[in-house]
């Protein structure tokens, strides 16, 4: 059973300071892997996938790194603004499982302006 | 184009009743997933629908049980509720290829369930 474990579970930043927030999954046989943007009682929003043939994928202030050998994925927040406060989340798809998403509980991120 | 559509958004149940969720996935997806988010936690797979048959299911009891459309929208149904089935249930829709494979999912907004 995959199991997906994020650390920090919370963290609390300046705003202008750079966020990194840590994935750890147990099965290297992934697929892809996603990194989410939950706000509070909200649903998820997909900042960035990484597939496993990749090693890292960009956006804007967003870097998501990928090493599926050591089962470890971090994202990057650069230059983090007081916006960025919500919970991220990690969640891995394993080769085999047809699209079912194993989710790590979430980084939650709180930037002081 | 609208994306993934759910109803209610909010839910107060007491236990023991019965509550039926609906889901409408993105245009062009034909699979729609289920997942439970409880507080603090990272949501748990329940099931995965797609040409109207439940195709995986998740840890979860025969209490959940689901539904999909002919038009590819789906009902999540809990018997029986308990107080931990006090949850956020989110909706994810996707396309299926030709090939058999999932495309990425894309997620609802949830509806918040509270049972009493």
């Known amino acids: 059973k995959q199991e997906v474990t994020q650390i920090p579970a919370a963290l609390s930043v300046p705003e202008g300071e750079n966020l990194v927030l840590n994935c750890s999954f147990t099965d290297s046989a992934i697929y892809n892997l996603q990194w989410f943007r939950q706000d509070p009682g909200k649903g998820l929003t997909s900042l960035l996938l990484i597939q496993s043939s990749q090693r890292e994928q960009t956006s804007g202030r967003l870097n998501a790194s990928l090493d599926k050998s050591s089962g470890r994925s971090t994202l990057y927040i650069a230059a983090s603004q007081p916006g960025d406060s919500a919970t991220y989340l990690c969640a891995v798809r394993h080769r085999h499982g047809n699209n079912r998403l194993a989710f790590g509980k979430g980084n939650q991120v709180v930037v002081i302006p | 184009d609208a994306g993934v559509t759910q109803s209610p958004t909010h839910l107060i149940k007491t236990r023991g009743q019965q509550v039926t969720l609906r889901c409408s996935p993105k245009s062009g997806h034909d699979t729609v997933s289920w997942y439970q988010q409880a507080l603090g936690q990272g949501p748990q797979f329940i099931f995965q629908y797609y040409e109207e048959e439940e195709r995986q299911r998740g840890n979860f009891p025969d209490r959940f049980s689901g539904h999909q459309f002919p038009n590819y929208s789906s009902e999540l149904n809990v018997n029986a509720l308990l107080l931990g089935d006090s949850a956020l249930y989110l909706c994810?829709?996707?396309?299926?290829?030709?090939?058999?494979?999932?495309?990425?999912?894309?997620f609802g907004p949830g509806t918040r369930l509270l049972v009493l």
């Open positions: 994810a829709s996707s396309q299926r290829t030709s090939g058999g494979f999932q495309e990425t999912q894309y």
